[in-house]
């Protein structure tokens, strides 16, 4: 993700950054790109946990004939 973002900030009366403000699309690029990192976690979390492996071919065809009874 480029970081070409360009926040404003609102401050207290001592200047102190207190919040935010994003416009709409930086703010969806935000939420996608953190939907993305969690999407990766849990890949990653699935690997490390996995058990058994199944090639994709043997279980592709397991689905198929699951779908056809």
Excluded at 9 to 36: C, H, M, P, V
Excluded at 37 to 66: N, S
């Amino acid at each position: 993700m480029k970081t070409t973002i360009k926040p404003r900030f609102i401050t207290d009366e001592k200047g102190r950054k207190t919040s935010i403000i994003l416009n709409i699309a930086d703010y969806q690029n935000l939420l996608d790109y953190l939907e993305d990192l969690e999407d990766a976690r849990d890949l990653l979390r699935a690997e490390r946990e996995a058990t058994e492996f199944v090639p994709y071919e043997i279980y592709r065809k397991r689905f198929l004939r699951g779908r056809s009874s």
